[in-house]
């Protein structure tokens, strides 16, 4: 099997807790997790599933159930990341005009009520206290390979803070040490947040193994989420660590072993288990990890049967198409002319019956859905069409790699050579058969547009576009920024999302982000 299950021991393993209350975190169970693993350490495999599922699925009983109390379908991790990092953007927009959605789609008019950041928020607070009580019992039960584990759930622990530093900017940081406290804990700045993340980051790389289980992390996966800390540390802490990212990019190209797929349609099809590219996926099944809030989102969300041939790409079409997301041409601008373009990324997006422009954010035919995602097998026939995904999302891969060693020669990091950083963006270009580029072409605006060409939608271009100074202010503006047709700016206090209300209420201590 290429997925990792949801452990069958989710009947005895029932949490119930209120994630914007930091503390409430004790778990409800039939046994501990003490005398369970005790009795059976073996069900250290199931426990981990569930962590790790924690980032894709909403509960423990298929869709329709949830791990915290808001809706299943909306409120899951990675649901949370697209909203949050793409549609916030440039390059892609959403059309149903829930409430929240429109002010995510359109950077405007947010504040501490909104439900998306709420769930986001609430989400880390789920996964971050599930990953302190397995510590805590790790400190008295011995299970196979204990080092390792324990590596693993601080990896996890860490990637759900890394969003708390990059989408608030702050937070209350809860560790196993403070199981049992009853009191309120004090905010934690984003420096303090990142200086924690990096030191568990780089203890868990040490611990991790080079090669793991389909799906569980490894040394890479590890160097990449502290990769991506040290590239954004500049707007975290106001210091550079450039240098600091390249060291660990170098990890990941030189001793992983990953390839660049030779098609990129092989990374976003549904047997991308075999992909030698992907270094870390969220995991999702059609019929054992069913979830709104996985690929599904973007496959389903993306097309159209009204307007499209949705079977060709793996969804059935009706009912199960959900018709929200189309790219704009902040995206595929980038190509130039989409039909004489000879790179093959320019190819994924549907334009027959759409338009160029975006004229109207809320109507479907306005912009090109992104074709990028799609529900069949690249290297073999699909069967029937299903209503849910089963194609992995590459939360990191070797493309993102190349690009960011480029990025760092570029910012002056020591360690790396400007002859390299070209020849690993030509690798990335010459896979999709776009034109390579000399030293001369390597700038930072370029590499900026060679991320979006190709990383958008991939929960990265927010973060990218704050780190190049192009997200607020004027000086870049794209369709429907600031809620106007060409776009206008928007205030620097929008590079951190507000705290949620409930988080505010549930814990004094916090404070609300300047200008919210």
Known sequence: MKKIKLFSLITLFSVSLSCTDDLNTEPKVELSLEQLLTQDPNAINGIMSKLYGSFALSGPNGPGSSDISDDPGESPFLRGIINLQDFTADGMKNRWGDDGLDQLTTASNWDENNKFFRYLYNRVYYTVPQCNNLLVVLNSVDVANKDQVIAEVRFLRSLAYYYMIDCFGKGVLVTEAENGISNPLPEASRTEL??????????????????????????YAASMLLSKLYMNAEVYTGSPRYTDALTYINKVINE????????????????????????????ADAIVSQSFGN?????????????????????PGGNDAWAGHRAT?????????????????ADLFWTA???????????????YPSTKFRNTNFHSISGTPTVFSSTDFPLYRLADAYLMYAECVVRGAAGGNISQAVDYVN??????????????????DFILDERGRELNLEGHRRSDLIRFGKFTGGSYLWPWKGNTLNGTSIPSTYNVFPIPLTALQANPNLTQNPGY
């Open 194 to 219: 990142f200086n924690f993340v990096e030191n568990e980051l780089i203890a868990a790389v040490e611990n991790l193994p080079q090669t793991n289980t389909y799906g569980r992390a490894n040394k």
């Open 256 to 283: 992983g072993g990953y390839v660049l797929d030779d098609n990129i349609t092989e990374v976003f099809s549904a047997d991308n288990n075999t992909s030698s590219e992907i270094i870390f996926p969220l995991i």
């Open 295 to 315: 690929t599904t989102y973007i496959v389903n969300g993306s097309m159209n049967s009204a307007t499209m041939n949705t079977v060709s790409f793996g969804n």
């Open 329 to 345: 041409k902040a995206w595929y601008g980038l190509f130039g002319n989409l039909a004489t373009s000879t790179d093959d990324r």
């Open 353 to 367: 019956g759409h338009t160029y422009e975006m004229t109207d954010y809320k109507e479907w035919t306005n912009g």
């Open 427 to 444: 690798d990335v270009r010459e896979r999709s058969n776009a034109t390579t580029i000399t030293a001369g072409d390597l700038t930072l």
